[in-house]
Structures are given as structure tokens and as C-alpha cells.
């Protein structure tokens, strides 16, 4: 594992390295890390061989060197409020619930540091959020995607952002999603049960894996289109990063509008007309929203629920696959 504030060194240069870019030799010897963030290394003077820094990401390795890394510590950047419209289902003095909206990212993050729900919530709350999650995750229990719409639960204060947490880590938040996508999953009801970790064939996505995190998802089909789509609700046994989408994409109905994890056979999908086809598979985002989300309040000790309507995109399509 790659932690903060430590040097580590590459495996040897043989020949059949010598002379290949030190970016390319290094994304070889730390997997863990991507190309693009060994080429920020490089350009901030964080490698070297002997007493050598190299900050050229196109200097050529030379054989029997060992090349050094220093991984710095993260320095949270602080965000900054921006006054951004929030749709909040439930606020009281220890929570917000919000119903995310396509396209907003949770937390800042490289190449999204403006625009997120941080940078709204702090704007429409000051400094009432608790600091557990940090200079950078004030209040955020837990994610969803960016191009995921629905229900997050925000926490104000410590004790709140505490229980909350506790509840995901044991799993026993309730959550329903809905997701329109290709194909009819066969059995129509069931429980996808995999593990789920970083992909070793791609870093942007997630898969089956055998030594990924326990992952479990059911699922029921609610609604059949022409054979060739359907609308599913998925409750999640467990939280992964994509888990749905993997899941779903495991037995052959990727969601509609997926980019990561599409599949070629989308485009013939059947009986629907060419501009149905056409609006279909070009559907912008991952159709999936999340629907409801239930919890124990962190003060009163009692179960509550919230839910949230289908998002205007994710309405249209499922009309337009009704009717047609």
C-alpha cells in the first residue's frame, strides 16, 4: 500500500527497460498509482536516482538504476462556499438529507474543485457542519456518484456524523435505487453476490474480484420493455464504489447510459424504432437514481424515511421506453 510521506524505490532497470520514459518505468513498479499522478510527482522534483532529482517526465532510464519516489503528505485545499440551489428533502439541527441532482460531485476532488455539494453545503450552512469528514468532506457520511441522482444524508454536528457512520459501516442503512437498463436480468428477482475491487485490467473501473470487498446486491424487475430493457429496484446489502453498476453489468444489463461499463450489444437492443434507438443509447449519464434512504436518527432513536421522484432525464426515459 502507498502512504503519505515515504520513499520508495522502483525495481532495478534490466535491459529490457533500459531506455523507456521514467513515467512508463515507474506506473511498471508502483501499480498502486496511476501514470498521471507519478507524472505530478516527477514535475514537483519527488523523484531521483542517487542524488539526482528528475523532473522531466520523458528522461530515459538507464539500466541497473533504482529510481527513488516521495509520496508528500495531501494538503487539503480548502473549499470555498459557492451559492449553488440545493434540493433538501429534511433538515433539522443534526442533519440534512439533500437530493442530489445529475452532475454535482459530492467532494472536491483533483479536477472537480468547484461545483460540488461541499461547496453548497457550505454556503447554506456556515460553519454548522461537522469536521469529522475533514477540511475537504465536512458532513459527508457517504457517496454517490456524480452522475448518479438521489438521496445523501449530510451530518451538522459530530455526534451525528458519528452514528450515522456507524450505521453504514454495519450496513444497515436502508437504500433503494432505481436503474433502467439493457436486456432482462434472468431470474427476474435474485441477489448478485461478488466481490468488488479496483479492476486489474483498467484503474478507472471496478469489478468482480477475488480479493475485493464482500458486495451484495438485490434486486427486483419492476417493469419489462419490449423484451429488450427493463426498469429494476436494487436495495444494497452492502455500499461499493459502482456497486450497482458492476453487479447489473455481471449478469448482462448494463445500465443504459453507462460509459464505464458499456457493452457493445446496447446497440441492438430490439423493437424499439430507430429515434427510440437513437435516444436510448445515447442517454447521457448512467440511468440510476437513488430513491429512498431510511436510517435511525442519530437523536431521537427512531427510524425515518425520505424519498425522491425520478429526476426529469431519468423520467423521460423511462416514459419513452413505456410508450414505445
Known amino acids: 500500500m502507498i502512504t ?3 520513499i520508495y524505490s522502483s525495481q532495478i532497470v534490466n535491459k529490457d527497460y533500459k531506455g523507456w520514459r521514467i ?13 498521471s499522478q507519478l507524472q505530478r510527482l516527477i514535475k514537483e522534483g519527488n ?28 494538503v487539503d485545499a480548502e473549499p470555498m462556499p459557492e451559492n449553488i440551489p440545493l ?43 461537522s469536521g469529522i469528514g475533514g477540511v475537504k468532506r465536512p458532513g459527508i457520511v457517504h457517496r454517490i456518484d456524480k452522475d448518479t441522482s438521489g438521496l445523501l444524508v449530510v451530518a ?3 455526534m451525528a456524523h458519528r ?3 456507524e450505521q453504514f459501516f454495519e450496513h444497515s442503512i436502508e437504500r433503494t435505487y432505481y436503474a433502467l437498463v439493457y436486456g432482462v436480468p434472468n431470474p427476474l428477482n435474485g441477489k448478485i453476490e461478488g466481490n468488488i475491487g479496483r479492476s486489474p485490467y483498467d484503474r478507472k473501473k471496478m469489478a468482480i474480484v477475488s480479493g ?50 458499456e457493452k457493445a450489444k446496447k446497440n441492438q437492443i430490439k423493437g424499439f424504432d430507430e429515434d427510440c434507438k437513437k435516444f436510448i443509447n445515447s442517454f447521457p449519464r448512467q440511468a440510476l437514481h437513488a430513491a429512498t434512504l431510511g436510517f435511525i436518527h442519530p437523536r431521537t432513536k427512531t427510524m425515518v424515511h425520505f424519498s425522491a421522484p425520478f429526476p426529469t432525464d431519468f423520467d423521460e426515459l423511462y416514459h419513452l421506453l413505456q410508450k414505445a
Open 4 to 6: 503519505d510521506n515515504t
Open 23 to 35: 513515467d512508463k518505468f515507474l506506473t511498471l513498479s508502483f501499480p498502486e498509482m496511476s501514470r
Open 47 to 74: 523523484v531521483s536516482c542517487d542524488e539526482n532529482i528528475i523532473v522531466d517526465n520523458s528522461f530515459k532510464v538507464h539500466e541497473g538504476d533504482i529510481y527513488q519516489v516521495f509520496v508528500p503528505p495531501a
Open 87 to 129: 434540493d433538501i428533502v429534511f433538515e433539522d439541527d443534526d442533519l440534512i438529507v439533500v437530493n442530489k441532482s445529475v452532475g454535482m460531485t459530492v467532494h472536491p476532488a483533483p479536477g472537480a474543485t468547484h461545483g460540488t455539494l461541499v461547496n453548497a453545503l457550505l454556503f447554506y450552512c456556515g460553519n454548522r457542519l
Open 156 to 158: 451538522k454536528n459530530d
Open 163 to 165: 452514528f450515522l457512520s
Open 212 to 261: 475485493g470487498k464482500k458486495a451484495v446486491t438485490h434486486y427486483q424487475t419492476v417493469e419489462v420493455f419490449k423484451n429488450s430493457a427493463a426498469l429494476i429496484k436494487c436495495n444494497l446489502e452492502t455500499g461499493r464504489t459502482h456497486q450497482i453498476r458492476v453487479h447489473m453489468s455481471s449478469i448482462g444489463c448494463n445500465l443504459i447510459g453507462d460509459k464505464i461499463y
